[in-house]
């Protein structure tokens, strides 16, 4: 019987469990580190569209990860007035479901615990080498067959081998937080008000809670201050007061950053997730785009089934999954230039502009394209 392969993945983010649950399937023996003293997930909710969605299905993991997650019809983008700008439908062959993160993420560590990976918290990373040696904090050094670099966009293991093309720290900052569910809140439509460059964002998710996302951009003092500045939200968008008034004391930012790297593979080493190419979460789509980008390496590396052929595998992958990482990457950009960047002097044409790109099929088609990919393996 052939010696089961061995993988070193740093960061149990969604990217370094998908990872590591997907070879795990495939009979690799794969330890996987974090280095938090616990497994948490912060977040709120996340689109996990049809790519993720069959990723989900392909690892067994769709079930409980959606279990009370809304099914999306519609992504609506309205000005602060609520009068709709553009559309985007979704229907079975086209999903776009919104689950809590923490249902997500703790579906993926069940998944991963299933599968016999060995989970190790406070297990901090400082670099990786091309032969494949994940390097501690500890000072212990690990050797495996492969060793994945999941570990965020602030990513050590990507400086530690020379990968960083652009680390953009951004303009934009975005607030996530939960708010109770009312009786009379849409559960099916995902409605982005945008109001100038500031954008709230109603996510309907879970039977209980339902997630907003506030964009603005980082010199705007009073949109970025903790706790919200309630005042403010509903003075920029009259028509979703009700949801600002159900607005929690607290909430979270991040700065809304993006990273290039010149490389994601090295020798035995590979760079996955926000490490390899953190975008502007606009679309949605970059977890989803981590997660396609794990089941291209374990099915290349399935075809391949030769430790020694690992360094090539990597980088066929890499040349097979970046054209759609950068797709993402590029229309996320486009979508946050059209959208909040739209100069200020142009503002009154900016509806009319959205309503007619989003009209063509050369937008939903660049919109979307990361949500539909199909992972490659998936069979029906
Ligand atoms: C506001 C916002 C909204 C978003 N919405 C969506 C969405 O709707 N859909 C979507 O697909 N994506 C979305 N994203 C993007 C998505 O959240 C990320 O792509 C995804 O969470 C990144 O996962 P990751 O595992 O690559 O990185 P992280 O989540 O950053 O995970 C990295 C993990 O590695 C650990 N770690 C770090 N350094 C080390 C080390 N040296 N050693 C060991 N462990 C380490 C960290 O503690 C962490 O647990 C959004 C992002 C933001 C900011």
Redesign the pocket.
């Known amino acids: 019987m052939m010696k089961a392969r061995t993988a070193e993945i ?7 469990l998908v990872m590591a649950a997907a070879l795990a399937q495939k009979g690799w023996r794969v330890v996987l ?4 003293p616990e497994l948490r997930m912060f ?1 709120a909710g ?4 049809e790519s ?1 969605l069959k990723v989900l299905e392909m690892l067994g993991a769709f079930e409980q990860a959606t279990r009370r997650a809304r099914i999306i019809q519609e992504w609506r983008v309205a000005d602060e007035t609520g009068d709709v700008l553009a559309s985007i439908e979704f229907d079975s062959g086209a999903r776009l479901y919104l689950p809590l993160r923490e249902d997500l993420y703790d579906a993926l560590i069940a998944r991963c615990v299933d599968l016999r990976v060995e989970l190790r918290t406070s ?4 670099a990786m080498r091309p032969d494949g040696t994940l390097v501690m904090a500890s000072g212990e050094e690990r050797k495996a067959d492969l060793v994945v670099a ?4 602030n ?3 990507r400086d530690s081998v020379g990968a960083t093309r652009l680390r953009d720290y951004g303009l934009e900052v ?1 607030i ?1 937080l939960l708010i109770d569910q009312r009786p009379s809140d849409p559960t099916d439509v995902v409605t982005e008000y945008w109001n100038g460059p500031l954008r709230l964002l109603y996510n309907p998710c879970s039977d209980t809670k339902n997630y907003i ?1 506030l964009g603005a951009p980082l010199e705007d003092e009073r949109a970025n201050t903790l706790p919200i500045d309630r005042d403010y939200w509903a003075e920029k968008f009259p028509v979703a007061a009700d949801y600002v008034a159900r607005f929690e004391v607290d909430g979270r930012w ?1 700065r ?1 950053g993006a990273v290039r790297c010149s490389s994601w593979s090295n020798g035995r080493t590979a760079i ?4 390899a190419h ?1 975008l502007p ?1 606009n679309l ?7 997660f396609v980008n794990a089941m291209a390496m374990v099915a290349l590396l399935e075809e391949s089934n030769n430790p020694d052929d690992i360094p090539n595998v990597l980088a066929r992958w890499e040349r097979q999954q970046k054209p759609l990482a950068n797709h993402v990457q590029e229309w996320s950009y486009i979508y946050g230039i059209v959208v909040a960047h739209w100069p200020a002097s142009l503002m009154s044409l900016r509806g009319d502009a959205l309503r007619f790109l989003s009209s063509t099929k050369w937008l939903r088609e660049g919109i979307t394209r990361g949500g539909f990919a199909v992972p490659p393996g998936y069979r029906k």
């Open positions: 740093a960061g149990a983010g969604l990217a370094g580190h974090e280095r938090s977040g996340i689109w996990v569209w993720g297990s901090e990373a400082v999941a570990d965020g966009v990513s050590k293991l975005g996530r996302f991040d809304i996955i997730g926000d490490a953190g979460p949605g789509q970059q977890a989803m785009t981590a």
